[in-house]
């Protein structure tokens, strides 16, 4: 069951009437369950009762999923919820997700995000040299060591954007993104979720470096073989297996992902794919 719902709460902040029953105003979801977005202060017992009444009717109706949206001024109103049943779902910076389940058979509630999103960026210039950082925190702090520049895509942002991005913020240097070449999946990563993290390369448009004075200790243009000879890349078998991808990428040996927007039902998105192989054979 998903929270996903196509319009806004139009009661939202006042108590809505359903045959002299007061209630929660809601939106059903598509899934057979509704949401509500308390807008407006309430006392907490006051919330509880009609909390109880509207449990109580939506049962009768045959709803499944309750998910209740608490903006972080109302957050008071949380302890009133999960006295009822309801857990804690997800939070963000302004509001926090509650839900609670109906039917006595298990939930079908789907988990919060289970992955955090990573890249790393191979930017390989026509003097074969590859665009390296050295970061001023983290766990490679103090050590010396040159590695792509990496970082998080941010929500919203498709993975190929957040490479050029992140290399923009950490060198300075302006790229145009050519195709995801591999990616790895961990688990307990950060804050017990799991972690995806997609090699990207990337193609140049320009050369000068203005490393990021906040995160980044120092970027250079380093030639490949020097790259690949550190300690630090041939002692990992993750970078190993990385650096051979790259430099088969770089001989036209290997085929990696180009992004193709796309649309589906309700949404559009990208769909990466290996569009060499995929000619050769139409």
Partial sequence: MSVSSSSTNPMAGEEANNGGVTMLPVVEDKYGGVMTEVNHPMDPSAFSALLQ???????????????????????????AAVKEGFWFHHAEKVYLMLVYWIPIVGDTIPSNASHRVGIGAFVLNHKKEVLVVQEKTGRFQGQGIWKFPTGVVNEGEYIHDGSVREVKEETGVDTEFVQVLAFRQTHKAFFEKSDLFFVCMLNPLSLEINAQETEIEAAQWMPWEEYTKQPFVQNHELLRYMTAICSAKTKGDYEGFTPLRVSAPDQQGNLYFNTRDLRSRH
């Fill in 53 to 79: 009444s509207s449990l109580s009717t939506w049962t009768l109706q045959g709803k499944k999923g309750v998910w209740i949206k608490l903006p972080r001024q109302l957050i008071g109103l949380a302890e």
